[in-house]
């Protein structure tokens, strides 16, 4: 699923829970990754690293959101460094 996909599905699965004005939510994909939307626009991907794009708006280039990848991995990370005190 492509970038425009993705999007069109998530404001389908708005239009369908009824919701008459946006609110942020953030979304669990079953690849691992956690998305945020805090705004409801058209928006591209800005690549940071390997884990973690931004999402701007196409029209004001405000991040209006993210996704997170490989979170389990990364929350993984944290719980071994704390186990080893770093």
């Not at 931004?54 to 460094?81: F, P």
Request: aromatic letters at 16%.
């Amino acid at each position: 699923m492509d970038d425009k996909e993705f999007e069109q599905t998530v404001f389908e699965i708005a239009a369908e829970a009824g919701q008459e004005e946006f609110r942020p939510f953030v979304f669990y994909n079953d690849g691992g990754e956690i998305e945020v939307f805090g705004k409801q626009d058209s928006y591209y991907g800005e690549w940071i690293n390997p884990h973690l794009t931004l999402y701007r708006s196409e029209v004001t280039n405000e991040i209006i959101g993210c996704c997170i990848h490989d979170a389990a991995w990364l929350m993984m990370q944290e719980k071994s460094d704390k186990c080893y005190g770093m």
